[in-house]
């Protein structure tokens, strides 16, 4: 089902203890040949299974060239967003809380990440439990805050019974609206720091930032937000958008570019292939 890479995995009593501090240990989820049966954004060609195996081996590498721990798993599904490792759960600094996903298709995935949390000595912070949905790209944590976006994906019991999750760790919750067709909040917004928040602006209300220092993109460049962050100020960026990169790098955020564009193409971000399991 799975593979390790690097070093064995281990947990000490903290995993996430800050939302944007040292990446340490992730989990990412290996495409399958479904990724070339997804439509792709408006005015792009259809993903290739070959380049995107090649360009997700290269993600791994590259995080571990910075020092984070990584743990690979095999797709077992059919959905062709199966890759997109960060709906499946959201981790807390003592435990995980597993999502309730909103396609039919890809409910399964979060059990066999459950049975991979148990392998791992990951501890279970409480899920969202049915009729609730919630995918995890919708959920964005900056500093001691929870922003979750609200669109076409997820429903109201999911946001709240997540809510009252988030809050027994000590975070509040803040509701983002989305624009229509935006695949999901990480896609278009990213914690660049405790107090920073990337985003584009057309695809979101900004208003749900205050109290937070924001750079926004310009158009045509908003999903540039869908950074992983690597420790604070330090982050993972897609490659194609190089304006929104050069923009973060004028703002003091040191930018590493990859080619993840077989993703770029389905509207898939770096910030949502993988799953966080521990930060310091």
């Known amino acids: 089902m799975s593979a390790s890479h690097g070093h064995a995995v281990g947990f000490g009593p903290r995993l996430v203890a800050s939302a944007t501090g040292r990446l340490k240990a992730a989990l990412l989820i290996r495409p399958s040949r479904a990724i070339e049966s997804a439509a792709p954004l408006i005015g792009e060609p259809g993903a290739v299974y070959a380049r995107a195996l090649e360009q997700h081996d290269v993600l791994r590498k590259t995080l ?15 959905d062709p967003f199966e890759s997109n490792a960060g709906d499946t759960a959201v981790l807390f600094e003592d435990g995980a809380a597993l999502m309730r996903l909103t396609p039919l298709s890809r409910r399964a995935e979060v059990d066999r990440i459950e049975a991979e949390f148990s392998r791992l000595d990951v501890a279970l912070a409480g899920h969202v439990s049915a009729p609730g949905l919630l995918d995890g790209n919708d959920v964005l944590l900056a500093g001691r805050t929870a922003f979750v976006g609200t669109g076409a994906r997820g429903n109201a019991l999911g946001r709240s019974g997540f809510a009252r999750l988030a809050q027994a760790h000590g975070y509040r919750t803040v509701e983002v609206p989305l624009a229509e067709g935006v695949p999901a909040l990480r896609a ?9 928040i990337v985003l584009g602006a057309d695809k979101l209300d900004a208003a749900a930032f205050a109290g937070f220092r924001t750079i926004a993109l ?20 897609d490659l194609r958008y190089r304006t929104a990169f050069s923009t973060m790098r004028r703002a003091g955020i040191t930018v590493e570019a990859l080619d993840l564009y077989e993703f770029t193409k389905l509207g898939i971000t770096p910030s949502m292939l993988v799953l966080a399991l521990r930060r310091e």
């Open 218 to 237: 310009e158009r045509g460049e908003e999903q540039g937000a869908g950074v992983l962050v690597l420790n604070e100020r330090h982050v993972l960026s």
């Open 64 to 78: 571990e060239y910075f020092g984070v721990e990584t743990t690979v798993v095999e797709s077992r599904g059919d």
């Open 188 to 196: 278009v917004a990213g914690a660049v720091a405790h107090d920073t």
